[in-house]
């Protein structure tokens, strides 16, 4: 057995592309459209992860927009499932993207007190945990003393 991808449903697709490709800096892969299923898939991959996302298509984040929204006759916005957790990313400068998610409006949900973690939501609610690569960056305000905001 082996990762393939992990798939989350999003209630706009133009909003979770600014998130996860222009926000995140990750790299859209691969976009398939059926017109006759009315659903849009988008593959995304970490900047890292391109070159072997590309050779054998994992690891992956696969983006589904159900054109007619959710497809349980239910005409609200998808929320979170109970089984899922959150994605994780490594990111070489914690603090760095946490100043660049909060300058473009993005809550940082846990602040990366500890120089290590940090989560976030994208537009969909689905919590992103951003872990910092290699060991964890020195304690530094204004993270070490900002406190949780929501829940992640």
Same mark, same amino acid.
């Given at each position: 057995m082996r990762y393939l991808h992990t798939m989350v449903r999003v209630n706009d697709l133009d909003a979770s592309l600014v998130?996860?490709?222009d926000l995140l800096g990750m790299a859209e892969l691969d976009r398939r459209e059926? +017109?006759?299923g009315r659903y849009t898939l988008v593959f995304m991959a970490a900047p890292a992860d391109v070159d072997r996302a590309t050779a054998d298509r994992s690891p992956e984040l696969e983006l589904t927009y159900n054109w007619d929204g959710p497809n349980d006759g239910d005409s !609200?916005?998808?929320t979170e499932g109970r089984n899922f957790g959150h994605l =994780?990313? #490594?990111? !070489?400068d914690i603090y760095g993207m946490c100043e660049h998610l909060m300058a473009a409006g993005i809550i940082i949900n846990r602040? +990366?007190?500890?120089?290590?973690m940090a989560f976030v939501r994208s537009p969909d609610g /689905?919590? /992103? #945990?951003?872990? !910092? =690569?290699g060991d964890a960056l020195p304690?530094? #305000?204004p993270w =070490?003393?900002?406190?949780n905001t929501g829940s992640w």
């Amino acid at each position: 057995m082996r990762y393939l991808h992990t798939m989350v449903r999003v209630n706009d697709l133009d909003a979770s592309l600014v998130f996860y490709r222009d926000l995140l800096g990750m790299a859209e892969l691969d976009r398939r459209e059926s +017109p006759a299923g009315r659903y849009t898939l988008v593959f995304m991959a970490a900047p890292a992860d391109v070159d072997r996302a590309t050779a054998d298509r994992s690891p992956e984040l696969e983006l589904t927009y159900n054109w007619d929204g959710p497809n349980d006759g239910d005409s !609200q916005p998808y929320t979170e499932g109970r089984n899922f957790g959150h994605l =994780a990313y #490594e990111v !070489q400068d914690i603090y760095g993207m946490c100043e660049h998610l909060m300058a473009a409006g993005i809550i940082i949900n846990r602040p +990366p007190r500890d120089g290590r973690m940090a989560f976030v939501r994208s537009p969909d609610g /689905i919590s /992103i #945990e951003l872990l !910092q =690569a290699g060991d964890a960056l020195p304690t530094q #305000e204004p993270w =070490a003393s900002m406190p949780n905001t929501g829940s992640w």
